[in-house]
């Protein structure tokens, strides 16, 4: 294993354990991001919480930072598989930051940097879908169908969307949806985790990205408990 390799395997988790969303939370509005809204440590949250502005601005970091990890890895010789490693170490970094006590975002921002660098075309597609299902407000199940659907396409239709070392791509598109899928089965309990049954709460978790069916009360559960707390 090349010197290289060893040195980017840390690299790539701790670059992506930067949490931008909890930083610029803090730094222009004084909040914790992580108390706010669905509580999630990521480019929507700020957008809910603390502006669009501040929400692009992440999105941009989270994005290029998943990006530039590959890129780089790249860039210093390392082989597709090696790259791909990086890359899914940044998405877990990001998911699991060190910074926060492992408590971090979902790391779609930062999957999509990666997935743009693999294969533009079909990383393109699975945004496209995920957008529309959000027009309809229906993002995560989007993100869900858009993340699973790469796998498909560079395995079974690399040839049509140009996939080079299609085999290497997949497996890595497999581990960027393995890598989601445990992140929203792993967050941590809500007060409404106990509400529901085992196999519901599975079920919202890896296609709702929630614990319960309930969108508007979910992403406003925080922000209510919050200011009930101030006396607000």
Not at 19 to 31: K, N, Q
Request: proline letters at 4%; zero cysteines; charged letters at 15%.
């Amino acid at each position: 294993m090349s010197p290289v390799f060893l040195i980017m395997i840390p690299a790539g988790y701790l670059v992506g354990a930067i949490p931008m969303a909890y930083l610029l939370s803090r730094w222009r509005r004084g909040i914790d991001i992580r108390r706010y809204g669905s509580g999630n440590v990521g480019a929507s949250n700020v957008i809910k919480t603390a502006g669009k502005k501040l929400g692009l601005a992440v999105f941009v970091f989270d994005v290029s930072k998943g990006a530039i990890m590959i890129l780089l890895a790249g860039w210093l010789g390392l082989e597709l598989w090696q790259q791909i490693v990086v890359g899914l170490l940044t998405i877990a970094g990001h998911n699991w930051p060190v910074f926060l006590r492992f408590n971090g975002g979902r790391g779609i921002a930062t999957s999509l940097g990666v997935a743009l660098v693999m294969a533009p075309v079909p990383a393109l597609i699975a945004l496209s879908t995920a957008l529309t299902f959000g027009f309809f407000k229906k993002m995560a199940p989007g993100v869900f169908l858009g993340v699973g659907a790469l796998p498909v396409m560079s395995g079974y239709f690399h040839g049509f969307f140009g996939v080079q070392e299609h085999q290497t791509v997949t497996w890595g598109f497999a581990g960027l949806f393995l890598i989601m899928i445990v992140r929203r089965l792993m967050a941590p309990d809500s007060e409404y985790s106990s509400t529901v049954s085992k196999a519901e709460l599975v079920f919202n978790r890896m296609f709702l990205d929630r614990d319960i069916r309930s969108r508007s009360v979910w992403i406003n559960r925080n922000t209510a408990a919050h200011k009930e707390g101030l006396g607000i």
